[in-house]
């Protein structure tokens, strides 16, 4: 049973450019969960979906970050006109529903140059 | 969301000692505490968790423990081993719908020397 799947690994992107990070939940997981972790920082909550549902984006920055979780296919973090600050590890979980546990993917670290 | 504090930043610890690691919280309102483990180019993977109505939980080599009135908790690593070198989170959440929203410390990275 494949767990979490993140692409890319590593992206680089430069000021002004879109970011698009894919997350793939692990089998039977309908609900995925988007974090960021900032260097020498915890992780933090960015967003809530369930399939073409956002349940909770209290986390997430008003502007320039998207995400989704279509009928088909992974769910997807779009940061648009990246900035340097946008650096970090974007981090992805999923669960079933109803259970606490979240399964967490290997990351995307992201670097804006 | 809540701030949660963790120390301290980095351990160091002889293969075979007891590694121990701190929380504290502010909200009240939290009541589930689990602490996560984290190799480098990895995601966090759950360790271990308790809820409030418990003071002690143990897991192998690994026991929280766990003060309400204090609104502290911590992780004891028992005979650390240097396999347990990596980076530990502790985190809180509210039961009910949010318990999604995991409020993270800013991890303690762990070394234990052979």
């Known amino acids: 049973n494949a767990g979490v799947m993140q692409n890319p690994r590593h992206l680089v992107r430069r000021r002004g450019q879109e970011a698009r990070l894919r997350c793939s939940p692990m089998k039977g997981h309908s609900h995925v969960y988007w974090y960021r972790q900032l260097p020498e920082e915890g992780l933090k909550f960015m967003v809530y979906l369930q399939k073409e549902n956002i349940i909770d984006e209290s986390g997430m920055p008003k502007e320039r970050f998207s995400a989704e979780f279509p009928k088909e296919g992974p769910s997807i973090l779009r940061i648009q006109q990246v900035v340097r600050g946008d650096s970090a590890a974007y981090f992805c979980a999923s669960s079933p529903p109803q259970v606490l546990t979240l399964h967490f993917g290997n990351g995307t670290r992201l670097t804006v140059t | 969301q809540q701030q949660v504090k963790q120390s301290p930043q980095s351990l160091i610890v002889q293969k075979g000692g007891i590694s121990i690691i701190n929380c504290a919280y502010e909200n009240t309102a939290f009541d589930y505490f689990p602490w996560y483990q984290q190799f480098p180019g990895k995601g966090p993977a759950l360790l271990i968790a308790i809820r409030p109505d418990v003071s002690e939980k143990k897991e192998g080599r690994f026991t929280i423990s766990f003060n309400k009135s204090a609104k502290q908790f911590s992780l004891h690593i028992m005979d650390s081993q240097p396999g347990d070198s990596a980076t530990y989170f502790c985190?809180?959440?509210?039961?009910?719908?949010?318990?999604?929203?995991?409020?993270f410390g800013k991890g303690t990275l762990l070394t234990v020397n052979p």
């Open positions: 985190a809180a959440s509210r039961s009910g719908g949010s318990n999604y929203k995991l409020t």
